[in-house]
C-alpha cells in the first residue's frame, strides 16, 4: 500500500506540472458579431480604448500600437486609424487586450498593400502584462493570414481562454516601402466560461485525496479484525 500510495503522489505531482491542453485557431468566418461588440470610445492617442458589450464609453477593452503610432478610435463599432495623416499610417503591431478573459475574438484588418500578418495570443493565467508586445510569444499553425488596403475577410481566434491577442506584421524588411496596418475593425469576443473539466492540478489533488481515503479504510479494517481475534 506505501508503495502503491508513493506512486499516486509521483502521478499527481506529474499531473499538476501538466498545463491544460489548448487547440488554438484562426479561420476565416462571417461579419456576425460574438456576444460582446466592441464600440470605440472616441479619442486620439496610444492606446485607445473600446466599451463592450454597450455603448457606454466605460474604457474596459485596451488597443495598444508601436510607441511611434498614434491611433484615432472612432464612435460607433470600434475601427481604429493611424491619426497621421501626412506620412501615412506607420503602426505594425497591435494589442487586442479586454479587461475579461476571453473565448473566442472576431477582427479584420486592413494593410498599406499586400503582407502576411501573425496573430500571436496570451493565455489566461499566465502571470504576464497583457499590454506588453514582449508577452506575447504563443502562435498557433494557423495564425497567420494575408492582408491588403480592400482586404475585408473576417477572421475568429478560438480554443482556449485568453488574455489578449496581438497582430503583427510579418517580416518585410527586405522591402524600400514595407506595408503597415491600416485599419483594424468588426471587433468582437465572447467572454470566457467557467470550465465542467476539472484541471490536471485538481485531477492530482483528488487522486491523492482517494488513495488517501482507501489506506485510512484498510488500516482501520485491519485494526478491527485484530481486535476481534
Do not use: H
Not at 463599432?77 to 473566442?104: E, H, R, Y
Not at 477582427?107 to 500571436?120: G, N, R
Not at 504576464?128 to 488596403?149: G, I, R, V
Not at 503583427?168 to 468588426?186: D, I, N, Q
Amino acid at each position: 500500500m506505501k508503495k502503491f500510495l508513493l506512486l499516486l503522489c509521483a502521478s499527481g505531482t506529474a499531473l499538476a506540472a501538466t498545463p491544460a491542453a489548448a487547440t488554438v485557431t484562426l479561420a476565416t468566418t462571417t461579419g456576425t458579431p460574438l456576444a460582446s461588440q466592441i464600440f470605440g470610445i472616441m479619442s486620439t492617442g496610444n492606446p485607445v480604448y473600446g466599451s463592450s458589450p454597450n455603448n457606454t464609453n466605460v474604457p474596459n477593452v485596451t488597443y495598444t500600437a508601436d510607441t511611434i503610432t498614434t491611433m484615432s478610435i472612432k464612435s460607433g463599432g470600434a475601427q481604429i486609424n493611424d491619426d497621421n495623416s501626412k506620412s501615412g499610417p506607420n503602426w505594425t503591431m497591435l494589442i487586442i487586450n479586454p479587461d475579461l478573459d476571453f473565448s473566442a475574438m472576431k477582427f479584420a484588418l486592413q494593410t498599406t498593400s499586400a503582407a502576411s500578418v501573425d496573430v500571436f495570443y496570451l493565455l489566461s493565467g499566465s502571470g504576464l502584462d497583457p499590454n506588453a508586445f514582449a508577452s506575447y510569444t504563443s502562435q498557433c499553425p494557423t495564425c497567420l493570414f494575408s492582408s491588403d488596403n480592400k482586404a475585408d475577410d473576417k477572421y475568429l481566434i478560438d480554443g482556449a481562454t485568453f488574455d489578449g491577442i496581438m497582430l503583427r506584421m510579418a517580416s518585410t524588411a527586405s522591402l524600400v516601402a514595407p506595408p503597415t496596418m491600416f485599419e483594424f475593425k468588426t471587433n468582437s469576443y465572447d467572454l470566457a466560461q467557467p470550465s465542467n473539466v476539472p484541471e490536471p492540478a485538481t485531477w492530482a489533488l483528488m487522486l491523492l485525496g482517494f488513495g488517501g481515503v482507501g489506506y485510512s479504510m484498510r488500516r482501520r479494517r485491519k485494526a478491527v479484525i485484530q481486535q476481534m481475534v
